[in-house]
């Protein structure tokens, strides 16, 4: 009988001893908010080949994004090995849109070493941000991938606090999203403070934009440049609502708004209508602040764009850089018909973009950034290939983070604490060690596109061109992408003078960071 006692007690006993390791183990999320049964998930990882291959999907079949590329962002933030074995297996003869990379047998860049584009490797912007319109604190940017726009609020604090340890430790710039400047943000990263529709954090008693209280917000917190947005590629032209579950008391202090009530931010900006209004407001922020302005936007109709650039054309006012979002974008909650069917695809929308501002010839006096799901070594490519001189990227450094896909973000019940303001999941994400983790995965990212970089034959991304892609028709032949996209000789690259800068600064030549 005492026997049959001890066998019954030993699996309590070790049931009990997993369940008090997963509650005071940091490293899973999951597992702290969720502990025994979530190891079931991970089990499921770890045999989900084997299983895929007979009776479930392939690795390309999931959306957004697929089980290999969060596979390689998860290896990649764990420093583990990210390589795949046994060649592709997309199905690239028959894919129609299918983009391959054309290594050049020669290159006009030294050829480098593992090493020397190492997994620490800084890769500085082509361009320096703000300098064609003489901002009195215009600067180059350390790394041409940085964080983009998530607010506090949709993210949690721990989250917040995880990207910005993590952009200071990769040394690239963190977006604050719409939501205002926290002191979640303040962990070191250097900061884009973004404006929205709701002038979170900028705004006075009636919800009006105020320069006095952004000024107030930013003098002592290391903001480089201010991002106007317009709209984004998850719901645009519809504003944005973070649910009154969301809304805490700090999170409504920060905003200026009602505690646990639904934050509306509304369509469109209302301190300005127009094109020649809007560039008055860039322009008077700039000159309060010093600061680079710039707006990002998703892209659908082309008017705005066409008198934009024929506003701007003069040089006397105009933006510093515009961040294009891809209508794939999608760390907000939205309307299914927004996410689906509202505003173009990055590639599209990009460059006809750009191809307004090259016609007239404008594009080096810009900072191009491609944000919508940019955040793979190939889909980064591409976007440096149409003219984009950076990327941002969002979701990917979610992931990177403990995101797991579950797509619970618009619930409040984000499964590891990422997308969620309830205490009890958020208590599962501990910034210092997901923090390490973006790093990697930022660290990880440059280095492969250094490798690309070698592998086309030039020294930097800003380098690349679109004559450096083919798109395959999924009938046997293919076309050049500058066929697709229509662009003139020479489009999308640097200025000579910027492709020396460029040059010398990835030979360590030039460390002028202004």
């Known amino acids: 009988m005492k026997w049959s006692k001890v066998l019954v007690g030993i699996p309590v006993v070790a049931v009990a001893g997993v369940v008090a390791h997963d509650l005071w183990q940091r490293k899973h999320a999951l597992l702290r908010n969720f502990p025994l049964i979530g190891h079931a998930r991970y089990l499921l990882e770890g045999i989900g080949p084997e299983l895929r291959q007979y009776i479930v999907t392939d690795n390309d079949e999931e959306r957004p994004f697929s089980r290999d590329e969060r596979r390689w962002i998860y290896a990649s933030s764990k420093q583990e090995n990210n390589y795949f074995g046994f060649g592709t297996d997309n199905h690239i003869d028959t894919t129609p849109g299918y983009t391959i990379i054309k290594q050049r047998t020669f290159s006009e860049a030294e050829p480098t070493s593992n090493e020397s584009a190492g997994k620490n490797a800084e890769i500085p912007s082509a361009k320096v941000l703000g300098s064609f319109r003489?901002?009195?604190?215009?600067?180059?940017?350390?790394?041409?991938?940085?964080?983009?726009?998530?607010?506090?609020?949709?993210?949690?604090a721990a989250a917040i606090q995880a990207l910005n340890r993590g952009s200071a430790l990769a040394g690239c710039l963190h977006n604050t999203g719409e939501g205002g400047l926290s002191d979640h943000h303040r962990h070191g990263g250097d900061l884009i403070f973004q404006i929205g529709t709701g002038y979170f954090g900028c705004r006075d008693e009636h919800g009006n934009f105020s320069i006095d209280r952004l000024k107030e917000r930013i003098a002592d917190a290391p903001v480089k440049a201010i991002e106007i947005k317009l709209s984004q590629g998850a719901k645009p032209g519809l504003g944005g609502m973070l649910p009154g579950a969301k809304v805490t008391a700090e999170i409504a202090r920060m905003r200026g708004i009602p505690e646990g009530q639904d934050c509306v931010s509304p369509s469109r900006h209302n301190a300005f209508a127009d094109v020649d209004a809007m560039l008055d407001f860039v322009e008077m922020i700039a000159a309060e602040t010093g600061l680079p302005v710039g707006i990002k936007s998703a892209v659908g109709d082309l008017g705005f764009w066409s008198d934009l650039a024929e506003h701007s054309a003069s040089g006397t006012r105009g933006v510093d850089f515009i961040t294009i979002d891809g209508g794939e974008g999608g760390t907000g909650a939205a309307p299914r018909v927004f996410s689906d069917s509202v505003a173009l695809p990055f590639r599209i929308g990009f460059t006809q973009v750009y191809r307004i501002f090259a016609e007239s010839g404008q594009t080096d006096r810009i900072t191009f950034i491609g944000s919508g799901r940019n955040g793979l070594p190939d889909t980064a490519m591409y976007a440096f290939g149409l003219g984009a001189d950076m990327v941002n990227v969002a979701r990917e450094p979610m992931l990177a983070i403990g995101c797991i896909q579950a797509q619970k973000c618009h619930t409040d019940h984000c499964p590891t604490g990422v997308a969620t303001q309830n205490k009890w999941l958020t208590g599962g994400l501990d910034p210092t060690l997901k923090s390490v983790r973006l790093a990697n995965y930022i660290r990880a990212f440059r280095h492969e596109v250094l490798k690309l970089t070698e592998a086309i034959g030039v020294a930097h991304p800003g380098l690349v061109s679109v004559d450096d892609f083919e798109v395959l028709n999924g009938d046997g032949t293919s076309v050049d992408l500058r066929s697709i996209t229509g662009y003139g000789h020479g489009w999308g690259l640097p200025s000579?003078?910027?492709?020396?800068?460029?040059?010398a600064l990835m030979a360590g030549k030039d460390h002028d960071t202004r």
């Open 496 to 503: 000579q003078a910027q492709r020396e800068a460029v040059i």
């Open 134 to 156: 003489g901002r009195a604190k215009a600067f180059r940017p350390e790394s041409v991938i940085n964080v983009s726009a998530m607010s506090y609020g949709s993210l949690s």
